[in-house]
């Protein structure tokens, strides 16, 4: 009888050994290394081209600047350096059950029916709540207003075609790799969901940097629903969907209001606008867990792939 697994747990097949998901940390290990190299090389390339002779006369000021990051350069450069884990996950899982397509879903494959389906549910729940947010809890004392700055249809072309695969990247790293290393050591199933959970919500929020308490609590709360989508529905496919269009609208808009630095480099948000963004987040997670029931998504491992 085959026994039916949760995606965190989705390693712990019949050939599970306790050292496999070891072996899976030392290949993330080994792709941290290619991740940082290549964003020191892309970001520096970023930096000379946004301001070359200031690279040379006064590389430290230029480093520094962080006017290089809002540039269609310096976006294409953050953006492919964060979807980097992606194949470095699929390595992983690959070493560690020898079917490398478990860490994008318990049937072994994304699903992208699932995926594109979810993507349109973010978009028609989301986009609303953003605009209601922006509404109650302005992010800026500020009146915004439409102003993009120049140069603006290349930075927006390449936020639209690289910001999947940030997105996506951080996915397969936080709720993917992550949760199913640590899974795959536990056994109880509640351990098993509620420990990774737990682990990759709070490294997801620290990794977005410095950040007052209700901008951490936001992003530690967003990485509890990613990781409950990503349980419930058995795969990563519905918080992709939910983590891209969730940056693809805050970027639109920060074209569109000229506030691209602000946006990239926020580290606090007031009460409420913590609290009314959670709830955007809680309401959209709801949304998807809905529409993944009603596509009957497979979320354990060894039933008949579906979705």
């Given amino acids: 009888m085959t026994e039916l697994r949760p995606y965190p747990q989705a390693w712990r097949g019949p050939g599970y050994r306790w050292w496999r998901p070891l072996l899976t940390v030392g290949v993330m290990i080994a792709g941290a290394g290619v991740f940082f190299l290549w964003s020191a090389f892309a970001q ?18 230029a480093a520094l600047d962080t006017e290089w990051l809002t540039t269609p ?4 450069a953050t953006n492919i350096s964060l979807a980097i884990p992606i194949p470095i996950a699929l390595l992983a899982a690959l070493v560690a059950t020898g079917r490398p397509g478990l860490v994008s879903s318990v049937i072994g494959r994304l699903r992208w029916g699932l995926l594109l389906g979810a993507a349109g549910v ?3 729940v989301l986009v609303p709540l953003g605009f209601v947010l922006q509404w109650f809890a302005p992010t800026s004392s500020e009146q915004l207003t439409i102003d993009p700055a120049a140069g603006w249809p290349l ?13 996506t990247g951080e996915e397969y790293f936080f709720r993917g790799w992550l949760q199913q290393v640590v899974g795959a050591w536990c056994r109880p199933a509640w351990l098993a969901v509620l420990l990774p959970m737990l682990l990759s919500a ?45 940056n693809l609208f805050a970027f639109g808009a920060a074209i569109a209001t000229g506030t691209m630095a602000e946006t990239m480099l926020i580290t606090e948000v007031s009460a409420l606008s913590g609290v009314l963004s959670m709830t955007g987040t809680a ?9 993944a029931r009603w596509r009957k998504a497979q979320r ?5 792939a579906s979705a």
């Fill in 44 to 61: 520096l390339g970023a930096v000379l081209a946004n301001d070359p002779a200031g690279f040379v006369t006064r590389f430290e000021d």
């Fill in 73 to 76: 350069l310096g976006l294409l």
């Fill in 122 to 124: 973010s978009v028609l």
């Fill in 155 to 167: 930075v927006a072309l390449v936020i639209l075609l690289t910001t999947p695969l940030q997105a």
């Fill in 202 to 246: 709070t490294l997801f929020a620290l990794a977005h940097g410095l950040q007052n308490p209700w901008l951490f609590a936001d992003r530690f709360f967003f990485g509890v629903v990613a990781s409950v989508l990503v349980w419930r529905t058995g795969g990563l496919e519905c918080a992709i969907a939910l983590h891209v269009v969730n």
């Fill in 283 to 291: 309401v959209s997670g709801a949304a998807l867990l809905a529409f």
């Fill in 300 to 304: 354990l491992t060894g039933r008949t």
